[in-house]
């Protein structure tokens, strides 16, 4: 037992420390991205606007652009490292964000207009998973109602009812 549990738990562990980080890299992707469009509309190459939103904003997603401008400081292609950062998160919308940087490098196209768009997908996933999350609530919200709750107001709105039934006389 303690074999089975020594060799599952650590990767249940790291597993939630994985979906948790995600879930903040995520969440900060559409600001950061805004924040790197507005940063290169006022004329920052893409690499010091990524810079400056390293340095402008705090968590995990700032840690992956630090480790992405280290990497690219290090003589790594910039597509490469930027692969990396995709391949290090492991969010589909951080996947998707690379995806286009890259393909506007390669192309030669506008990267203030790509990363417009990229900010506005996001946004819009996220509101979409937001609404499938809110969807969710009430079956969530079911079990807990029927079992705790409706009991306990049928106690107290039934229970005077009962009491002068049986003081009447009638349930003898």
């Given amino acids: 037992m303690a074999g089975f549990v020594g060799y ?3 990767g249940f562990f790291l597993g939630m420390k994985v979906k948790a980080r995600q879930e903040l890299v995520l969440r900060a992707l559409p ?3 805004d924040l790197i469009s507005i940063s290169a509309e006022a004329g920052m190459g893409f690499d010091q606007a990524v810079n400056y939103v390293r340095r402008q904003t705090a968590g995990a997603l700032a840690e992956e652009f630090g480790i992405t401008l280290s990497e690219i400081r290090l003589g790594k292609p910039r597509i490469e490292a930027l692969n990396n950062l995709a391949y290090r998160t492991g969010v589909d919308d951080v996947k998707n964000f ?3 940087i890259v393909q506007s490098f390669q192309l030669g196209t506008s990267i203030v207009e790509t990363l417009r768009v990229q900010a506005d997908s996001i946004r819009l996933k996220q509101r979409q998973r937001a609404q499938e999350r809110a969807m969710r609530a009430p079956v969530k919200m079911l079990f807990p109602l029927v079992f705790f709750i409706f009991p306990a107001l049928l ?3 039934l229970g005077p009812a009962v009491v002068s039934i049986s003081q009447s006389g009638f349930m003898q």
Avoid: D, H, Q, R
Wanted: neutral net charge.
């Fill in 8 to 10: 599952f738990l650590p």
């Fill in 31 to 33: 600001s950061a991205i």
């Fill in 98 to 100: 690379v995806a286009a």
């Fill in 155 to 157: 106690i107290v709105i």
